[in-house]
């Protein structure tokens, strides 16, 4: 308990004071501490990495992004692209830490033939290893960037070099019809299973944000497949252009956090 002393006059002793203790322990709040990226980058930069990496990003990593990386997983492999591209997805909460894929998630992956990571356990994201590890984050909504952009936009108040939230994109923004949205809401990947109904209809749902999911990660690899394919300087990486490529798009206004707002 911190407890200051405060002199008070006393009225009954002339020329005398006396200390008031006074409890202050209630207007302290918690210090939290942020780890930082600094460790990451200087792994990153000792390393001869030429593989491009994708990290999908939903609330839990039971459902949107686990589908985001099985389907992104099945086309870097009918592309043969193994060697130049690789996904992983997490989650960035710890609702479902250790479970694997719901099971509507998982039934419908079967019927649509889609194979799910073998073995697959929702994990959390890490914002102060993984915004350097990955080159490019892609979440599911808003909501979902607001979560990672909390973390991460505090990198870059303290480095404004640094670009980190930059590498923080919808997905949505490469699905043919979303992409050319204008309303902001119009590129979330919404989750199916947000109103826990536990029927047919939220089966369907599934089955439906699957079918978007699929076109956004197409349209992400015809991106990717054009970078790749473009003229580079000395490193003709696919993982250095894409590095090169986040850091040029324009940033999405609700992405950014209001401390790094334009003025």
């Not at 006396?18 to 792994?43: G, L, N």
């Not at 894929?101 to 994990?123: I, K, Y």
């Not at 599911?140 to 923080?168: H, P, W």
């Amino acid at each position: 308990m911190y407890a200051f002393g405060v002199a008070a006059e006393d009225n009954d002793l002339e020329g005398e004071s006396s200390t008031e203790q006074i409890d202050a322990s209630s207007i302290f709040v918690d210090i939290a501490f942020r780890a930082t990226p600094w460790d990451q980058e200087r792994i990153e930069e000792s390393s001869n990495r030429t593989q491009a990496q994708i990290l999908f990003v939903s609330e839990s990593n039971v459902c949107r992004s686990v589908l985001a990386e099985a389907v992104m997983n099945r086309l870097i492999q009918e592309k043969g692209m193994q060697a130049e591209l690789m996904c992983e997805s997490k989650g960035t909460r710890e609702y479902n830490l250790g479970e694997g894929p719901e099971p509507f998630v998982q039934e419908v992956a079967q019927e649509e033939g889609l194979a799910l990571p073998a073995g697959f356990q929702a994990r959390q994201m890490k914002p102060e290893t993984d915004i350097v590890a990955f080159d490019m984050v892609l979440v599911m909504d808003k909501f979902t960037a607001a979560d990672v952009l909390r973390e991460v936009s505090v990198f870059d108040s303290i480095n404004s070099q640094g670009g980190y939230s930059r590498r923080v994109r919808r997905l949505g923004e490469y699905h043919p019809a979303m992409s050319a949205a204008t309303a902001l809401d119009a590129q979330d990947l919404d989750d199916p299973l947000y109103g826990n109904a536990r029927d047919a209809s939220e089966k369907e749902a599934v089955r439906a944000i699957l079918r978007d999911i699929t076109e956004a990660c197409e349209g992400l690899m015809d991106f990717l497949e054009k970078l790749r394919d473009a003229e580079g300087g000395q490193d003709n990486s696919l993982r250095s252009k894409l590095t090169a490529a986040v850091q040029d798009m324009e940033s999405v206004d609700w992405l950014v956090p209001p401390m790094l707002q334009k003025r």
